[in-house]
């Protein structure tokens, strides 16, 4: 279908793909008056020449650096989760089906929408990423060597400090421990152990350098158990945090408050949910581990409420609920605009 001849069009939605766009476009009353398929190319030619109207896209890779090229142009252009635009598709699936959907998911008022990351945000957030992997890759390489060690009845303390301390005298073992194979095979293993540490070194400390100095980073280091990692991730996932009203919305955007199902007057709260952003998630959890094991930390204002709640919770759930609280002082600290203090901050972030 193609554009309709003397007809405004008020809405777009746009299914991104990696070289066709398909695109519906709705008039004021929700007519359907646009419905093409463009190429990569031709959607911000196409989208310049059109009089300022709203666009939805799903929150998906290459989105971002359209949101920006859009707005540039005059446009309203938003971002949602693909999972709150699902319920809006009607009959079986298809491209179009899935832009028009769009089209109809971003005119509604209570629709929760993703905030467009800067090219900055972007960069930050794939240092993260590459870091990340690199970690991943590390424990992977790790767990193979103790597992080469244990099938020839080698058991070595758990962390990888002891096994690098004691893998240098493992190698130099008479050949009824190791064959000479399979220490060929472990040196091969522990070379690209110190390759992966030398690159996750790098990318660390191009991180720490970036956090120190951006000022949301340095505002959120004041925070008990929060670091260059943390706060860089944080910012990098949420920018100013402007996308979130107060501090229990961040944390449940985390996944870091309980599952709730519940029925008629039965409110029912399982584990937490889980859903969001699962490397910060993550990160925040090592976080509180940190303070809980570091109880000169608790004197900055968390020692009240830390003593409180470890008479009555497990040292697991206390580990969660601290990251929850964590999670709600970081966000009060970035959004405010100040640095983490002890009374104020802890009445802000709930």
């Not at 193609?2 to 066709?20: C, E, L, P």
């Not at 060929?184 to 660390?204: M, P, T, Y």
């Not at 029925?263 to 584990?271: Q, V």
């Not at 608790?298 to 990251?323: D, P, Q, S, T």
Request: with cysteine; charged share 25%; aromatic share 6%.
């Amino acid at each position: 279908m193609s554009q309709q001849v003397g007809t405004t069009i008020a809405v777009i939605g746009i299914d991104i793909g990696k070289n066709s766009f398909h695109v519906v476009g709705l008039d004021h009353r929700g007519a359907i008056v646009l419905r093409q398929r463009w190429s990569r190319g031709q959607v911000e030619s196409r989208l310049a020449i059109m009089p300022p109207c709203l666009i939805g896209m799903e929150a998906c890779v290459g989105a971002h650096h359209l949101s920006r090229k859009l707005k540039a142009l005059g446009h309203d252009a938003r971002l949602m989760p693909a999972k709150y635009v699902r319920p809006y598709s009607k009959g079986q699936k298809n491209d179009f089906r899935d832009a028009e959907a769009i089209a109809e998911a971003v005119q509604r008022p209570t629709m929760k929408f993703v905030a467009t990351k800067t090219a900055d945000q972007l960069d930050l957030q794939a240092l993260h990423r590459v870091r990340e992997r690199l970690v991943s890759q590390r424990t992977g390489i790790i767990n193979q060597i103790r597992a080469f060690l244990l099938e020839r009845g080698v058991a070595v303390r758990q962390g990888q400090r002891f096994l690098r301390i004691e893998l240098p005298r493992l190698l130099t073992a008479p050949p009824d421990v190791l064959s000479p194979r399979m220490v060929r095979v472990i040196e091969d293993l522990a070379g690209d152990w110190r390759r992966l540490d030398q690159r996750i070194e790098a990318l660390s400390a191009e991180i720490e350098a970036i956090a120190r100095r951006d000022a949301g980073c340095q505002r959120l280091m004041s925070v008990p158990g929060i670091g260059p990692i943390i706060s860089s991730a944080m910012v990098a996932a949420i920018g100013k945090g402007d996308g979130f009203g107060k501090g229990r919305d961040f944390a449940a955007w985390l996944g870091l408050v309980p599952k709730q199902i519940s029925t008629g007057d039965r409110t029912i709260l399982g584990k937490i949910s889980k859903r969001g952003n699962r490397y910060l998630r993550v990160l925040f959890v090592q976080a509180a581990w940190v303070v809980l094991i570091k109880p000169k930390s608790w004197e900055r204002g968390l020692k009240r409420w830390l003593e409180a709640a470890r008479k009555r919770l497990h040292r697991n759930v206390l580990a969660i609920a601290l990251a929850n609280k964590l999670a709600r002082i970081a966000w009060s600290v970035l959004a405010n605009h100040r640095n983490f203090e002890t009374t104020r901050i802890l009445v802000a972030a709930q």
